[in-house]
């Protein structure tokens, strides 16, 4: 089974919602979802980039890969 993320992500103004684009918060979602469902063994560059983002951001919350996958969901699912 071969799983790619197909880019680059276009956005307009009109995509974008408090910083975020439409599709770059889908791409984070898919890429959790993967990361869930797989139990860790497909780790896509999105989520990673979304998890090392919030690490450097929030010095006072530091999750796990795995809780943050569960917080992208439970936020934005």
Not at 24 to 47: C, E
Not at 69 to 76: D, G, I, K, P
Request: glycine content about 6%.
């Amino acid at each position: 089974m071969l799983i790619t993320t197909v880019g680059p992500f276009i956005t307009t103004t009109n995509d974008i919602k408090d910083g975020f684009s439409k599709l770059y918060i889908q791409a984070v979602k898919d890429d959790a979802a993967a990361y869930l469902a797989t139990d860790g063994d497909l780790d896509g560059p999105m989520l990673e980039s979304a998890w090392r983002a919030h690490l450097e951001q929030h010095a006072d919350i530091q999750p796990s890969k795995k809780e943050f996958a569960h917080r992208v969901l439970a936020s934005y699912g």
